[in-house]
């Protein structure tokens, strides 16, 4: 078994260095993408924006509590951002109904439209890029990151 384990550990940490090389590559193009989707929503809008404007739209609504804890960011950047999405017509707020103090976020009708468009272009391209793989193969690619995502 000591055999096995010794030609393993090092194919394993080959494997593993490609991976994280991968990953860091990931990011990068990543952040490339936040910055062009960004700029297509609104010349103006900056990544920050982009990210929190995402995420309101997709959960529905958000308040400016939520989006500083899930992105771990301090609260006057959030009203900062927050602000700049109102101005742009991205994002409307309206008091909480269960408490008045917090103002509920919600993506404006023009901003789902665009967040829309720009998700089925990203979709065509990643279909594009996964077209070579079985869907096992995606199955498992989207487990790894599921793994990688609670670490």
Do not use: C
Request: no cysteine.
């Amino acid at each position: 078994m000591a055999t096995t384990e010794a030609v393993t550990a090092p194919d394993l940490e080959d494997a593993i260095g490609d991976l994280q090389a991968h990953l860091n590559l990931i990011f990068a193009r990543t952040r490339t993408l936040w910055r062009e989707s960004a700029a297509r929503i609104a010349p103006e809008l900056q990544v920050g924006g982009y990210k929190l404007l995402t995420f309101i739209e997709r959960a529905g609504t958000a308040n400016a509590h939520e989006l500083a804890e899930r992105f771990e960011m301090d609260k006057s950047v959030i009203s900062r951002q927050v602000r700049m999405l109102e101005e742009l017509g991205l994002i409307e707020s309206r008091p909480d109904e269960r408490d008045g103090r917090l103002r509920v976020l919600t993506a404006t009708p023009a901003a789902q439209v665009a967040l829309a468009e720009l998700r089925q272009e990203h979709g065509v391209r990643l279909r594009a890029v996964l077209a070579e793989l079985t869907s096992d193969e995606v199955h498992a690619a989207s487990k790894v990151f599921r793994l990688l995502s609670e670490i």
